[in-house]
């Protein structure tokens, strides 16, 4: 079992930054792809970022190239999402999930966070 615990989220006005970061805690090793996921009122659940084991593979979706980074730090068992230049369309539950490969298809992910509410005024 792999646990995450979102934290990181808040308010914040547009053209602002947050940082995400995702906590992992139980069997690490065996998810070794880490991955971030928005979600809005009666919307479905859309790739943001993922990043593999070491670092090395990053992906983005379109809309936040250049403005998102994914990082993680495997000393603390950590992924980050820095979020610069927000608008309001970023407005979501952020959510951070574990998987074997990076992948931008939410059903390859295996384990996820509760979520983090991301709201950005305008």
């Known amino acids: 079992q792999v646990q995450l615990v979102e934290s990181g989220g808040g308010l914040v006005q547009a053209g602002g930054s947050l940082r995400l970061s995702c906590a992992a805690s139980g069997r690490t090793s065996s998810m070794s792809a880490m991955g971030w996921f928005r979600q809005c009122p009666g919307k479905e659940r859309e790739f943001v970022a993922t990043?593999?084991?070491?670092?090395?593979?990053?992906l983005y979706k379109n809309s936040v190239k250049g403005r998102f980074t994914i990082s993680r730090d495997n000393a603390k068992n950590t992924v980050y999402l820095q979020m610069n230049s927000l608008t309001p369309e970023d407005t979501a539950v952020y959510y951070c999930?574990?998987?074997?490969?990076?992948?931008?298809?939410?059903?390859?992910?295996?384990?996820w966070g509760q979520g983090t509410q991301v709201t950005v005024s305008s």
């Open positions: 990043i593999n084991w070491n670092g090395g593979y990053t």
């Open positions: 999930a574990a998987g074997a490969t990076p992948a931008v298809v939410r059903t390859l992910y295996e384990y």
